[in-house]
């Protein structure tokens, strides 16, 4: 089993930064691809960004502002948030899949509980 823990949400203003991590247990978590969405109220959870051993990728939305990178010795996964607007207000959650090539977001195994992230205007 894979136990996804999300931290490093908060409340911050336009133009701020803000990392998010996500703590996996695991020996093999870091064999699969990570993946971060988030999901505001009235809205369905989106994808955000996704890492797997060959490649990144990222929402349009987020493209040039977010980062995704792991730690394998640490076995987290983290999401670099800069020059957040009010739009990336939300709650994050970082999945993990055993699929290596870019999974759907029901092809994704294991969720966290989620980490609020606010962006105040």
């Known amino acids: 089993q894979v136990r996804l823990v999300e931290s490093g949400g908060g409340l911050v203003q336009t133009g701020d930064s803000l990392t998010l991590s996500c703590a996996a247990s695991?020996?093999?978590?870091?064999?699969?691809?990570l993946g971060w969405f988030r999901q505001a109220p009235g809205k369905e959870r989106e994808f955000v960004a996704g890492?797997?051993?060959?490649?990144?990728s990222y929402a349009d939305s987020v493209k040039g502002r977010f980062t995704i990178s792991r730690d394998n010795d640490k076995n987290t996964g983290y999401l670099q948030m800069n020059t957040l607007k009010p739009e990336d207000t939300a709650v994050y959650y970082c999945?993990?899949?055993?699929?290596?090539?870019?999974?759907?977001?029901?092809?994704?195994?294991?969720w966290g509980q989620g980490t609020q992230v606010t962006v105040s205007s």
């Open positions: 999945a993990a899949a055993w699929k290596i090539g870019a999974p759907k977001i029901l092809e994704y195994d294991y």
């Open positions: 695991g020996r093999t978590f870091m064999s699969s691809t």
């Open positions: 890492i797997n051993f060959r490649s990144t």
